[in-house]
């Protein structure tokens, strides 16, 4: 599954163009490299998104195989690791 798609449906980012935005832009890296939003995830994938306030740090738990997901099972797909803020 792509990157962009990934991020979307775990809710990581609130919309695939969003999430295409931060890829394009260098501030998602995957497994400690930048990574385009076309970029494959598999399952144990480490995910870290750099916002201007804060980084937020997800491993990939599970890779769903279609890609209508519910509120309640997004929850499943990434374990948030850590969040911090950034400091300006």
Do not use: W, Y
Request: glycine share 4%; proline share 6%; with cysteine.
């Amino acid at each position: 599954m792509r990157l962009d798609i990934f991020l979307k449906l775990s809710r990581l980012c609130p919309r695939r163009a969003a999430a295409q935005q931060l890829c394009d832009a260098g501030f998602v890296l995957l497994n400690g490299r930048p990574a385009k939003s076309a970029h494959a995830v598999k399952a144990g994938d480490e995910i870290t998104i750099r916002r201007p306030d804060t980084e937020t740090t997800a491993r990939v738990l599970k890779v769903p195989a279609v890609h209508n997901i519910s509120r309640r099972d997004s929850k499943q797909l990434a374990e948030l690791l850590s969040e911090k803020p950034l400091e300006s």
